[in-house]
């Protein structure tokens, strides 16, 4: 194994080798060298568990003439929608990522790879004595997601299927933008995986996670998490609930609580409403069906309030009261007006900085996002 932002795997055989996802591409060369000492032959296949850059990065650095790459369905299309709108999804990126990774420099350019054979369904086949089997398991992160079964072992590699983080809640619709992904055919996965009893289980990140009856129980345990949080969703759509009310109302049952890590389950909450119902909701009313937001009104109401000023001063108040939520809503409304109101901006970062305050730093989107917004504040202050 060669750790990365998602790690790569050599798998040996008595026929050359197989490579399951192979790293960023900036970190290409460095895994190849990790992995030199442990090469047996020739590179047959590589394996990519899903589209994604920090999985295909270093394809180039480890083909050898003949190496066949395999991907899931879909591949090539989501790579395309991913390359269409990098314009849009770079700055957003930046923003999230730009004060933990601290590169110093933009990545390489990602490589163009176009798999040799896509799966469709599942794909067995033998190499060197050893048999494979590729499952396509879609939705953890990508619609072309695919798992690499070891009967034999009984090793499965997932990719990240399961986020990030094991045992935690999957990310249905990332911050940084993407497809959302469906509650229905991650469930579909989760079991597909489960139903094959694994000894070993290794994800796209961190150690491998071992023995059957620990896997099981894990898996079980996401399973009825998610479930659950789909169900209560739903419920709540029937008994006529807003979003809102739900996103802020959930709370798993102790027996079932998974990590929030990137995922959340109040975020969970509005991406399966919106895979159910879709992006209308009768309570934001006629406005939402056209292209003129509230925000259009902002200065009318900061106007009607008696500027930025006093917006200003109830947000601070609103702060003061542990209601933060509700003095963004105010500060957003005086900023959009009066865009460097120092008042407006000092209590905008008091009420960011008692969200992330509350938030414990577990979630790592939303304490990236506040703290990005944090400095911009502080940017826009003067203040370091």
């Known amino acids: 194994m060669a750790k990365d932002i998602s790690n790569a795997y050599l798998v040996t055989t008595g026929d050359g080798d197989l490579m399951v996802n192979t790293g960023f591409m900036d970190n290409a060369d460095r895994n190849v060298g990790l992995l030199a000492p442990h090469r047996t032959g020739p590179m047959r296949r590589i394996i990519l568990t899903q589209s994604h850059a920090d999985h295909f990065g270093g394809v180039p650095e480890f083909s050898d003439e003949g190496t066949q790459v395999i991907g899931g369905p ?25 004060g933990t990774l601290n590169r110093g420099s933009a990545p390489k350019r990602p490589p163009e790879v176009t798999p040799d054979l ?3 369904g599942r794909h067995a086949f033998e190499q060197g ?71 070993m289980l290794i ?19 996401m399973h009825a998490a998610v479930s659950w949080v789909r169900d209560y969703t739903l419920d ?24 929030e890590f990137h995922g959340k389950v109040s975020w969970a909450v509005r991406t399966i409403w919106e895979e159910y119902a879709g992006w209308f909701r009768y309570e934001d009313g006629t406005t939402a069906l056209y292209g003129v937001p509230r925000s259009a009104v902002h200065g009318d109401l900061a106007q009607l309030a008696g500027g ?17 939520l509700q003095a963004l809503h105010l500060t957003d409304i005086a900023l959009d007006a009066e865009p460097e109101h120092e008042g407006a901006l000092i209590a905008k970062k008091a009420a960011l900085e008692a969200l992330l305050a509350a938030s414990g730093g577990s979630n790592l989107s939303e304490t990236m996002w506040l703290k990005a917004e944090i400095g911009a504040v502080e940017k826009a202050l003067g203040t370091p």
């Open 74 to 98: 879909g591949y090539a299309e989501n790579w395309a929608d991913m390359k269409r709108l990098q314009p849009f999804f770079g700055p957003r990126s930046a923003k999230l990522w730009s």
């Open 308 to 324: 930025a000023g006093p917006l200003a001063d109830r947000a601070a108040e609103y702060v003061a009261e542990n209601k933060p």
């Open 236 to 259: 709540g759509m029937n008994a006529g609930r807003t979003v809102h009310e739900l996103m802020r109302d959930i709370a798993l049952p102790e027996n079932l609580t998974i990590g």
């Open 203 to 221: 994800t796209g990140h961190g150690d491998p996670i071992t023995g059957a009856d620990r896997i099981a129980a894990d898996l079980d345990r």
């Open 129 to 199: 004595g050893r048999r494979f089997e590729l499952l396509h398991t879609p939705e953890g992160e990508t619609t072309d997601g695919l798992t690499v079964w070891m009967p034999d072992e009984r090793i499965a590699f997932t990719g990240n299927l399961f986020g990030p983080v094991f045992l935690a809640m999957p990310f249905l619709c990332t911050i940084r933008g993407d497809k959302p992904r469906s509650v229905r055919s991650y469930l579909k996965s989760l079991e597909t995986v489960r139903d094959l009893g694994a000894e």
């Open 118 to 120: 896509i799966v469709e």
